[in-house]
């Protein structure tokens, strides 16, 4: 390897770092909807130059994860109650028949995992520990992981990471217990290889949360809607 090929390197992965760092930041919820990533002082916190967290944060917008604004930069989008109850729609009947074909294709081995990351989520949901939404999401993709069909596994896989954006987990904390037993329900139909149960449960659970989640953000438009001042 070349000496510019050496540092090419180095920079895509650093890029790819603060690519990682900051999406797990968004997701964990340090960035609420409407905040600015400050890039002078992600570069201090992350001990890196601005190139880097550049592109890392052009990714992001490419992904949806952020939007830029004008005069502002780098923004976390607000959450828009249509596009939640959309994407909830959306994303439970193509996930839903996902689960339901992967019920008889689940091993032994992808079932027990699913018992402990769902033991790991109990915990965490407890707590509201900042590592739930990525369990969550494992869990998620590990429940169709086994559905024969490729092309429906990969739009299920995106609509997933779609509604990963939404941050439901760090809006809705009461919403917890509630979402676990959902979880519980689940994986009871997965070990009985009910695939028809685990598609009701799986649409039910993310239409849910897509309806409280487009609730709250209703409430949090009319809260920033009384804060502004008046125009005549």
């Known amino acids: 390897m070349t000496e510019i090929e050496g540092a090419l390197s180095s920079y895509r992965t650093k890029a790819h770092l603060v690519y990682e760092a900051l999406r797990q930041a968004i997701l964990a919820g340090r960035y609420p909807p409407g ?15 601005k190139v880097p967290i550049r592109e890392a944060i052009g990714r992001l917008v490419g992904e949806g994860w952020l939007e830029t604004s004008p005069h502002v930069g780098a923004v976390v989008p607000e959450l828009s109650p249509d596009d939640i109850i959309e994407t909830s729609i959306i994303r439970s009947i193509v996930e839903g028949a996902a689960v339901r074909y992967s019920a008889g294709h689940l091993s032994r081995a992808s079932l027990k995992s699913l018992r402990k990351l ?79 149960a685990a598609e009701r449960v799986t649409r039910h659970h993310i239409e849910r949360a897509g309806q409280l989640l487009a609730r709250f953000a209703l409430e949090r438009a009319g809260r920033d809607a009384a804060a502004s001042p008046g125009t005549e």
């Open 35 to 49: 905040s600015r990533v400050n890039i002078d002082q992600l570069a201090i916190e992350l001990g890196t130059s």
């Open 118 to 196: 769902l033991a790991r989520m109990d915990d965490a949901a407890k707590t509201d520990a900042p590592e739930y939404p990525q369990l969550n999401r494992e869990f998620h993709s590990l429940a169709f992981s086994s559905c024969p069909f490729p092309a429906l596994k990969a739009i299920a896989a995106s609509w997933l990471d779609k509604s990963s954006q939404l941050r439901t987990v760090r809006f809705l904390p009461e919403y917890l217990p509630e979402s676990q037993a959902e979880h519980h329900k689940l994986v009871d139909a997965l070990e009985r290889r009910d695939g028809p």
